[in-house]
């Protein structure tokens, strides 16, 4: 599956940039959240998984919001993620300019753990894929991280007032009326592949309030097939509704087809900030 994804280019699909954060992952919350304002990240929000803590930071001139999972103390994850997890518009896109550039140089007080999280080392101690370890699924490799932007659609309700004719009162009487109709939204998305699988973090406007219940927003892809041109596999959000997606590797054009008016269609870029397309 590597070699699929390696082989093939995306003639104009973007890199998300770097988040500048690489070299903090190990390092212990209290004195981490200085460096991350030194950097220009604010803090926006957290949330209390299972077992970490997630919270959300903005750097308005990179325009990206980063996510940091933080377990017994120290930071375990930190990953890129979309624009409305920071409260902000879904098409407020990445500033590229800042792509590949080095992380400042930390304060000398400043002491983490560089092994600490790290994906296991591949053969001959090289990191798989990702030259600062990259991110890890249930002790599966990550191959392929997308950010996608575009439009989301669903079925929504709308309700009003009206006029009616009453025949029997000779009349116009007021009246009220509840009707469905596609509603059309921006939206983001992300999605993780790796061999056999992948994940998809679905925002909260493509959840419908009967679901079969995500893990942290994400949920899990079934039937996933990868070929040299295309992507495709299928989530289930309820026992009704199985969404299919299809990725095409060239364009980087996404589209999630579900029942009635669920959908989804846009434009991914490809996560990391190595000088390569896969």
């Known amino acids: 599956m590597t070699a699929l994804f390696m ?3 995306f003639p104009t699909i973007a890199h998300a940039q770097s988040t500048g954060l690489e070299d ?5 919350a209290g004195q981490a959240e ?3 304002q030194r950097r220009g990240y604010v803090n926006i929000r957290g949330e209390q998984g299972d077992d970490r803590v997630y919270t959300y ?3 308005a001139d990179r325009r990206q919001c980063v996510s940091i999972a933080t377990m017994e103390g ?7 993620t979309t624009s409305p997890d920071c409260r902000k518009p879904a098409n407020l896109r990445p500033d590229l300019g800042h792509g590949g550039q080095a992380a400042p140089r930390p304060r ?3 002491d983490p753990d560089l092994a600490y999280g790290r994906a296991p080392a591949g053969p001959g101690g090289g990191q798989d894929r990702y030259s600062s370890g990259g991110p890890v699924v249930d002790g599966r490799n990550v191959e392929l991280g997308l950010v996608c932007f575009g439009d989301g659609s669903k079925t929504g309700f709308a309700s009003g007032t009206t006029w009616n004719w009453n025949r029997d009162r000779d009349r116009y009487e007021s009246g009220t009326y509840t009707e469905t109709r596609k509603e059309v939204f921006d939206a983001s998305l992300m999605v993780q592949t790796w061999a056999g699988g992948g994940r998809i973090r679905l925002p909260k406007s493509l959840i419908p309030p009967i679901n079969s219940r995500g893990n942290q927003g994400w949920w899990d892809l079934y039937d996933v097939t990868v070929s040299p041109d295309t992507v495709r596999a299928s989530y289930r959000l309820n026992g009704l509704n199985k969404p299919r997606l299809v990725i095409d590797r060239r364009s980087g054009r996404i589209t999630v087809t579900g029942m009635s008016d669920y959908g989804f269609r846009g434009t991914c870029d490809l996560i990391g900030h190595e000088p390569r397309r896969f």
């Open 74 to 80: 120290r930071y375990n994850s930190i990953q890129p």
């Open 7 to 9: 082989g093939s280019a």
């Open 34 to 36: 200085m460096e991350l």
């Open 57 to 59: 930071w903005w750097n």
């Open 24 to 28: 903090m992952v190990g390092a212990r």
């Open 108 to 110: 000398p007080d400043y």
